[in-house]
Each structure stands twice: as C-alpha cells, then as structure tokens.
Antibody, heavy 120, light 109 residues
Framework: EVQLVESGGGLVQPGESLRLSCAAS????????MDWVRQAPGEGLEWVSY????????YYADSVKGRFTISRDNAKNSLYLQMNSLRDEDTAVYFC?????????????WGQGTVVTVSS | QSALTQPASVSGSPGQSITISCTGT?????????VSWYQQHPGKAPKLMIY???KRPSGVSDRFSGSKSGNTASLTISGLQAEDEADYYC?????????FGGGTKLTVL
C-alpha cells in the first residue's frame, strides 16, 4: 500500500524548534519529488516547501524562508522538515505530499498530517 | 505570494452540476497547464481529483472535470451527490513555488 506517515508534531513555545518526519512506503521514494503543505485551524491549504527527488533543488514559501529546512534520506525513505524560530502563525496541521511523477506540480499521495501548535 | 482566488462557497441540489472557478495570474495559472484540484472532507487529508488541468487520477469519478482559459481554471462536478459535499482547493505550479486557492465549500442541498 502506498502510504505517507508524518510524525514529530507537538506543542512548542514561540522561538523554539521542531523537526517533522514523513515515512514513505509502497513506492520508489527516491524517484519522486516531495512537498510539505500546512493547514492552520479553520483555514485553507498553504504550500510550505518542495524538494526534488535527489535533493538537488529545494524551494520555500516566503512565510518560512530562512526558518524552515526541508531534507530527505532516500536510503531511509524519509522526508523531513526542520522548523526553527517558530511563530504563533506556524500553528497548523502539516501534511507531507508526493508530487505526481513526470511534470509534477500536483500532489497525488498525502499523509494524514501531524499537528504543530506554537503557543506560550 | 498571493493565493489563487476561489469563491468561498457554492451549492447545488443532487443531480445538478456546479462549477468552481480558480483565478490566478499570468505567473501561475496562465503560464502552466499544471493546475490541480483537491477534495477535502472535515478532518481528512486532501484528495487529488484533477491534475494537469483536466486529467483524472485512477479511481476518481468521471463526474469531475477540469478546464482552463487564460488565468482562470475551473472544476465542474456533474450529477451532484451528497458525498460531494466538501471543501475544494485548486493549486497551480509556478516554477519555484506552488500556490493554492483559498478553498470553496460545496454544499449539496
């Protein structure tokens, strides 16, 4: 079964750090670009970050640039999001998502999400 | 990085058709045939319904269709069913970023 499972969410104070993980299974992880997408409580989806299949290219939304770092370990079939200097507005459910093979730009497999709460 | 513009809500009766619009710019929707649509039920992960403007993933009903004209993409759902009630999001590839619409709540009356 093709699956993505996120972990690492939790409650942190503003300014603190958190590292999210996403474990992939059921497909050749190393061949796919991956993304993180988040959804604040009661709000819409917001794209956060992208990483190419071999980690050669990464992109970030302006809202997280300089604070978040996306990475992957193809040997472990895992995707990561290192989040530093967290702010209240980073509170959200964080989803990892697989980009469609080929042209990309769409997300065909999603994890169930992990909740990040930033609050003092 | 502005979001794509979608109507906040649409509604229709069972059996009817509805269309949700998604307006971007010449830097995103207008430049790439890489618009996708997602269905999200409360508390669930989004589900891909349409990709590359008008392609349906395996397993998605042919009642769902997509199109694009200029800077505006559209999702049409025909033969509305109760289970179609959900939030719908469009998304466009834009080179070094991806951008989502604000979402549309579909109510089946």
């Amino acid at each position: 079964e093709v699956q993505l499972v996120e972990s690492g969410g939790g409650l942190v104070q503003p300014g603190e750090s958190l590292r999210l993980s996403c474990a992939a299974s059921g497909f050749p992880f190393s061949r796919f670009s991956m993304d993180w997408v988040r959804q604040a409580p009661g709000e819409g989806l917001e794209w956060v970050s992208y990483i190419s299949s071999e980690s050669s290219t990464t992109y970030y939304a302006d809202s997280v640039k300089g604070r978040f770092t996306i990475s992957r370990d193809n040997a472990k079939n895992s995707l990561y999001l290192q989040m530093n200097s967290l702010r209240d507005e980073d509170t959200a459910v964080y989803f990892c998502a697989r980009e469609t093979y080929g042209l990309g730009g769409s997300f065909d497999i999603w994890g169930q999400g992990t909740v990040v709460t930033v609050s003092s | 990085q502005s979001a794509l513009t979608q109507p906040a809500s649409v509604s229709g009766s069972p059996g009817q058709s509805i269309t949700i619009s998604c307006t971007g710019t010449s830097s995103d929707v207008g430049s790439y045939n890489l618009v996708s649509w997602y269905q999200q039920h409360p508390g669930k992960a989004p589900k891909l319904m349409i990709y590359e403007v008008d392609k349906r993933p395996s397993g998605v009903s042919d009642r769902f269709s997509g199109s694009k004209s200029g800077n505006t993409a559209s999702l049409t759902i025909s033969g509305l069913q109760a289970e179609d009630e959900a939030d719908y999001y469009c998304c466009s590839y834009a080179s070094s970023r991806r951008v989502f619409g604000g979402g549309t709540k579909l109510t089946v009356l």
